[in-house]
């Protein structure tokens, strides 16, 4: 993957860590970073690994660059600018884990929203606080929002201008886990861990079924079908019955 300006890139053989790295501007997401984190998808298309996403300087992102989005109209809201990466990452084929340390607002909010599972530290802030700056959270809280913590909870955040502090977060369901900051990044390593020692077609099938709109049984059926020809399927259930534990 190409060097970059606005996120730092560390890729492993079954991960990719991203940073989101704009400290001037606490990481608020600009068309830079949309860009270079599209490149990364791209990447982790061709090459599924898991995606772990964090930001430096003790903030995930403060949001959307509110200068770029000042001089936004019309025609970029139709381009989904933000939403379509979120979206993007949010179909990508192996899980990801957001690692959320100070604030994730708007964008930033959105964009830890669309991740599969997110830790936060004691310092972590989630919130939307788009109506203020006279617009929509467009890129995902209105509907995934909703869809993590409920509608109440979600109107409280969308409409009334709440924050959830990791505690509030974590007994809402939104973060798995609070993790002192120190200890975050080694957190999301190990669930990483945990899910790499996982059939990575077995992930890559149950996530893509657990997100299709709707569910329906016959999904499961055809995706079940793929696995059960899968090699992987059966040397891990002959090592299983030969007494191996993972
Ligand atoms: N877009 C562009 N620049 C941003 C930004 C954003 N979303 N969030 C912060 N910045 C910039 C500030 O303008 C400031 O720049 P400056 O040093 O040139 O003045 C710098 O980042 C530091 O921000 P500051 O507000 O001084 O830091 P803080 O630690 O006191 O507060 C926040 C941090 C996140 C609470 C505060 O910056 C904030 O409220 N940001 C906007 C949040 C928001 O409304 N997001 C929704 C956008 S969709």
Redesign the pocket.
Known sequence: MAPYDTIKVDELDDRVVVTLHRP???N?IDAAMIRELHDVCGGLEEHPRLLLLTGAGG?FA??????E?RARGREQALRGINSRLFDRIARLPLPSVAAVDG?A???GAELAYACDIRLASPAATFGN??P??GILAAAGATWRLRELVGASVAKQILLAGRRLDAEAACRLGLVAEVVPADDLLARAHALLDRMARSGALALRLTKLVTDAPGGHPVTDDLAQAILFESEEKRDRMDAFLAGERR
């Open positions: 001037q501007s606490r608020a903030v403060a949001g959307a660059d509110i200068a989005l604030y607002l708007g964008g606080p788009e203020g700056l």
